[in-house]
């Protein structure tokens, strides 16, 4: 993850959390293994499930630097 032309001033508070979405469903986390557990259960059931990363400097005002695809199964939900 090259961040290096957005990288934030050091007094800045990032926060990592993990998304996980499928039809009508979203989960947001901080915790890995958790967003990794919904994202195999949602792509077994449902068989369509995203896992993004997703990085902020302020959440509260969806303030987001970076996000990517981790992984991904069927159609993009809806």
């Not at 068989?47 to 993009?76: K, W």
């Amino acid at each position: 993850m090259d961040m290096s032309e957005e990288a934030p001033e050091a007094s800045e508070h990032i926060e990592v959390v993990f998304h996980v979405f499928s039809h009508g469903r979203d989960i947001w986390t901080e915790h890995f293994a958790c967003a990794l557990a919904y994202y195999q259960r949602w792509k077994k059931r449902y068989r369509c499930a995203r896992l993004y990363i997703e990085v902020y400097t302020d959440r509260t005002n969806d303030v987001v630097i970076h996000e990517d695809c981790l992984l991904a199964v069927g159609e993009f939900p809806s």
